[in-house]
């Protein structure tokens, strides 16, 4: 079974700066990884699929990179809207089940 | 638009069951697999199980198997899970999740706004 792990749990940072965030997977799952975005009360968005694609809609802001066992997402410029928990998930077609990693919360400073 | 609506949650005891339903809109219902995925508050997400596009395959995360069970109607466009025997660490929100095409990875591309089930004495 993978297990995600994401770093750091918790990042206060201003609108106007640059974050990256971490997700290290416990083996290589290459580039099949997707990043979300959920705010209170709401259910998640997603932003990246396949280590590196932005979803339909999603801001040129979120870029992801990475592949095998390590992945970031950067956010270039935060944007007050930007403030809430990401998670990272990985799913196969075989067994289909999916794993997601305990979220990174940014708040606003 | 593209849609998933959930419904059905509530407060239940201990041991006892409760149905949730995801009506879809928008898109071609048939053509995918389609998940529900549970939070607990103020905790992280848990893939809970699966169903293919055409119904025919299930799974599920072992701590379920045996008490839920998904299924879908693809003439309502509709996804259930049926929970029995239903305990404490069941409580959470439940939300359900469409995959993604095959271009875009393994993802979930549509989600539900969530619905919730309590299960307490």
């Known amino acids: 079974e993978i297990v995600l792990t994401q770093s750091p749990a918790t990042l206060s940072l201003s609108p106007g700066e640059r974050v990256t965030l971490s997700c290290r997977a416990s083996q290589s799952v290459n580039s099949q990884l997707a990043w979300y975005q959920q705010k209170r009360g709401q259910a998640p968005r997603l932003l990246i699929y396949d280590a590196s694609n932005r979803a339909t809609g999603i801001p040129a802001r979120f870029s992801g990179s990475g592949s095998g066992t390590d992945f970031t997402l950067t956010i270039s410029s935060l944007e007050t809207e930007d403030f809430a928990i990401y998670y990272c998930?990985?799913?196969?077609?075989?067994?289909?089940?999916?794993?997601f990693g305990p979220g990174t919360k940014l708040d606003i400073k | 638009q593209v849609q998933l609506v959930e419904s059905g949650g509530g407060v239940v005891q201990p041991g006892r069951s409760l149905r949730l339903s995801c009506a879809a809109s928008?898109?071609?219902?048939?053509?995918?697999?389609m998940h529900w995925i549970r939070q607990v508050p103020g905790e992280g997400l848990a893939w809970v199980a699966v169903?293919?596009?055409?119904?025919?395959?299930?799974y599920y995360e072992d701590s379920v198997k045996g008490r839920f069970t998904i299924s879908r109607d693809n003439f309502k466009d509709t996804l259930s899970l049926q929970m029995n025997s239903l305990r404490p660490e069941d409580t959470g929100v439940y939300f359900c999740?469409?995959?993604?095409?095959?271009?875009?990875?393994?993802?979930?591309?549509?989600w539900g706004q969530g619905t919730a089930v309590i299960v307490s004495s």
């Open positions: 928008g898109f071609t219902f048939s053509n995918y697999g």
């Open positions: 999740a469409k995959e993604s095409a095959a271009k875009i990875g393994l993802a979930y591309d549509v």
């Open positions: 998930q990985h799913r196969t077609k075989w067994p289909p089940g999916a794993t």
């Open positions: 169903i293919s596009y055409n119904g025919n395959t299930e």
